[in-house]
């Protein structure tokens, strides 16, 4: 039984250049969450799938955010003309229920 | 704004004794809570949860209390470990939302 997945593990960009992250969640998970997470803080909710369909997206996600789940299983979160302010932990989580279960994060500095 | 608080920061406990990481909460359309534990460079991983229809929940070492009036929950750990050594996470939800809300963690040292 494999949890949830994230590709890359740790990203290193220059200012402006786009970024994508991949999530696969657990198998049969029909729901999949994005949240990044920034030093001495929680994860902060960013957006929700349910299947294809994005039900949710947070404030915090600007328009040069992307999140698609095309096929309803893997998920791919685009940063275009990334800001120095983009640096944090992207984290990817999966449910079936109420418990999210969370994948080991992707790792993002912008120079 | 902060809907969800955790006020100590840091908690450093012996061996063998028990920890108690608080978190307190003001949105009382909350409603099923989650405690995660995360390691450095690793994602949190789910410890236990409660709802809101309980007051207590328990698995092997660890037990969570809800007290809903006070809107306070609490996360027992009993006998501590070293293994334990993480920040501890509350994260609440509304119903139906499925979009929880992290409080800013507590690091938790359990001293050998």
């Known amino acids: 039984d494999t949890g949830v997945s994230q590709d890359p593990r740790h990203k290193i960009t220059k200012r402006g250049q786009n970024v994508t992250f991949r999530c696969d969640p657990i198998?049969?998970?029909?729901?999949l969450y994005w949240y990044r997470q920034t030093l001495g803080q929680g994860p902060e909710f960013l957006t929700y799938f349910q299947n294809e369909a994005q039900l949710e997206k947070s404030r915090l996600l600007s328009d040069r955010f992307s999140a698609e789940r095309p096929k309803g299983s893997f998920s791919t979160l685009e940063i275009q003309r990334t800001e120095q302010g983009d640096s944090a932990m992207y984290l990817c989580?999966?449910?079936?229920?109420?418990?999210?279960?969370f994948g080991p994060g992707t790792r993002l500095l912008v120079l | 704004d902060q809907q969800v608080k955790q006020n100590s920061p840091s908690l450093s406990v012996q061996e063998g004794r028990i920890s108690i990481l608080n978190c307190d909460y003001t949105?009382?359309?909350?409603?099923?809570f989650l405690w995660y534990k995360k390691y450095p460079a690793e994602g949190p991983t789910f410890l236990i949860s409660i709802s809101s229809i309980k007051d207590k929940n328990e698995d092997g070492r660890f037990t969570v209390f809800l007290n809903k009036s006070a809107k306070h929950l609490s996360l027992h750990i009993v006998p501590s470990q070293p293994g334990d050594s993480a920040v501890y996470f509350c994260a609440p939800s509304s119903s139906g939302t499925y979009k929880y809300i992290f409080g800013t963690g507590t690091r938790l040292k359990v001293l050998a």
């Open positions: 198998s049969e998970h029909n729901r």
């Open positions: 989580a999966s449910s079936v229920a109420e418990t999210q279960y």
């Open positions: 949105n009382s359309m909350f409603d099923y």
